[in-house]
């Protein structure tokens, strides 16, 4: 018996410094293990949840085209059987979202505490080698909240008539840089307006399905239901107001590091140079208005403006380029 007590009493006083006595790098992969794990969860719940949502959304269009029938008893009967369909659908759909939200929370928690395992290991003057690994491994999952983005500056796009050939491939070589710059801003927006349009439209969805659950709540049919239930509850269940229903929005990978789309937040900024005033205002009306349907436009707005800019600089490195091979000829 005293042997164990001491033996307790070693461990509640010295157990937490011999576990921190764990080699740095083995932590470090610990914990980069199992940040790798929960971002790997938070897809595999994301396609499930996406799944869902589609099935979600045919079984909505097909309760409308049923509603737009002439009554029937045939059509009575699969409105039932849609509406009953839709309701076990929606509640599976909140489940796939609450469980995706619980993943997302995960995730972020495995990150920080991999920020850490990283922070304390560069303390230690790992190698050179090691250090970039860690560096690579932080620049991937860091906050990018305080990250400050940088304004594009268009280069001078006026060919000298004195200058020699050298002195316009630095030229063009500037404006080729530029044109990466812009296009990667291209393909940003168009990604981000898709994405603002798929919320907008789970938005729609939701509403249609309250609609037609108001709609059905009004109908006096009574009728039993496959499930042994009434009409009345298949109905509100298949609008989603009874169960619950799925979210406005997706619910996306919320982690620090995550992708998050935000070219259309840093735009204002960084294409001040690039797009005209309107533009930018029309930018921040959309974002100040948190409407997804009016961000898509505004980013599409956007989009068009960055590659009409992108455009006129490729005509204009075209026609330095052709001054530089005419003077080395």
């Known amino acids: 018996m005293y042997r164990v007590m001491v033996l307790l009493f070693v461990w509640v006083a010295f157990g937490p410094t011999l576990a921190d006595a764990q080699p740095a790098p083995q932590i470090t992969t610990r914990a ?13 719940l994301a396609v499930t949840r996406g799944s869902l949502a589609q099935r979600y959304d045919l079984e909505l269009r097909k309760i409308d085209q049923l509603k737009k029938q002439r009554a029937s008893w045939r059509r009575d009967r699969e409105l039932r059987d849609q509406l009953s369909s839709s309701l076990e659908t929606a509640n599976q759909l909140k489940a796939a979202t609450a469980e995706l939200a619980r993943a997302n929370d995960q995730l972020v928690a495995a990150r920080r505490a991999l920020i850490v395992a990283i922070d304390r290991e560069l303390a230690l003057a790992p190698t050179p080698q090691r250090r970039a690994q ?35 491939d630095q030229q063009a070589s500037a404006l080729r840089d530029t044109e990466a710059e812009l296009a990667r ?36 049919r009574r009728g039993s239901t496959p499930n042994g239930g009434s009409a009345k509850t298949a109905g509100a269940g298949g609008g989603v107001e009874d169960s619950g229903g799925p979210p406005s929005a997706d619910p996306t990978v919320r ?16 294409l001040a140079e690039v797009v005209d005033p309107s533009t930018i205002d029309t930018l921040n009306r959309a974002q100040r208005s948190g409407d997804p349907g009016q961000r898509a436009l505004a980013a599409k707005k956007a989009r068009d403006a960055v590659a009409v800019r992108l455009e006129q600089l490729r005509l204009k490195r075209a026609q330095i380029e052709a001054r530089a091979r005419q003077l080395r000829k």
């Open 185 to 220: 801003q291209v393909t940003g927006l168009e990604v981000q307006a898709k994405e603002l349009e798929r919320i907008a439209a789970v938005r729609r969805q939701h509403d249609r399905a309250s609609e037609i659950a108001r709609r059905e709540d009004d109908t006096p």
């Open 255 to 270: 982690g620090e590091g995550a992708a998050t789309g935000s070219f259309e937040s840093d735009a204002t900024v960084v």
């Open 134 to 168: 860690l560096d690579r491994a932080r620049a991937a999952v860091a906050p990018a909240r305080n990250r400050t983005p940088n304004r594009i500056v268009l280069p001078d796009t006026k060919i000298d008539p004195l200058a020699d050939p050298e002195e316009l």
């Open 32 to 44: 980069y293990n199992t940040s790798v794990a929960a971002e790997r969860r938070v897809v595999q």
